[in-house]
T-cell receptor
Framework: EPEVTQTPSHQVTQMGQEVILRCVPI?????FYWYRQILGQKVEFLVSFYNNEISEKSEIFDDQFSVERPDGSNFTLKIRSTKLEDSAMYFC????????????FGPGTRLTVL | LAKTTQPISMDSYEGQEVNITCSHN???????ITWYQQFPSQGPRFIIQGYKTKVTNEVASLFIPADRKSSTLSLPRVSLSDTAVYYCLVGDRKAAGNKLTFGGGTRVLVKP
């Protein structure tokens, strides 16, 4: 069964550093998403991406965040200058054309900002 | 966006049936009800979706009464591996972009 993959599984960084989280969505999917989950809290939407542009973003997704689909397979989330409060699990999700709520999530990247 | 309310946690034993009820009093005509499952340190996983009456798949059943103001996810004969957080989501499946809005979910603990 095809699945969403994410790398790395765990990233440790110093405050103020840039990080890039990588995702490979399911190959025939057209809609891509990033979510995050701070330890013990809810899964929160960050951004959705379709047709090479952002279709929606949350208040969390400020100027420090950016997304990119650099080639036909990868989907990346960049945090330019990490803060302590960016420490969380970051989940990538994708879906094909069709029912919007059937999104397939990756295993996540645990980001720890020191 | 319809607000959902579900129990914070439930305990069960192996082999029992687990029923989780979600309230969504303000559900709109175009809204579907979707349930996701999340194991510790993993991403959420789609379980089941329905609009009305009953839906069943290999994992669970979803019961939706006629007024659609609530829904019940039923997990038959749970095992230890069903210990997870279960989320009820309500939304228009055709809405553009379609972020998923997760609540706190129901933490189900299956005991031996």
């Amino acid at each position: 069964e095809p699945e969403v993959t994410q790398t790395p599984s765990h990233q440790v960084t110093q405050m103020g550093q840039e990080v890039i989280l990588r995702c490979v969505p399911i190959s025939n999917h057209l809609y891509f998403y990033w979510y995050r989950q701070i330890l013990g809290q809810k899964v929160e939407f960050l951004v959705s991406f379709y047709n090479n542009e952002i279709s929606e973003k949350s208040e969390i997704f400020d100027d420090q965040f950016s997304v990119e689909r650099p080639d036909g397979s990868n989907f990346t989330l960049k945090i330019r200058s990490t803060k302590l409060e960016d420490s969380a699990m970051y989940f990538c999700a994708s879906r094909e054309e069709g029912p919007a709520d059937t999104q397939y999530f990756g295993p996540g990247t645990r980001l720890t900002v020191l | 966006l319809a607000k959902t309310t579900q129990p914070i946690s439930m305990d069960s034993y192996e082999g029992q049936e687990v029923n989780i009820t979600c309230s969504h009093n303000n559900i709109a005509t175009n809204d579907y009800i979707t349930w996701y499952q999340q194991f510790p340190s993993q991403g959420p996983r789609f379980i089941i979706q329905g609009y009305k009456t009953k839906v069943t798949n290999e994992v669970a059943s979803l019961f939706i009464p006629a007024d659609r103001k609530s829904s019940t996810l039923s997990l038959p004969r749970v095992s230890l591996s069903d210990t997870a957080v279960y989320y009820c989501l309500v939304g228009d499946r055709k809405a553009a972009g379609n972020k998923l809005t997760f609540g706190g979910g129901t933490r189900v603990l299956v005991k031996p």
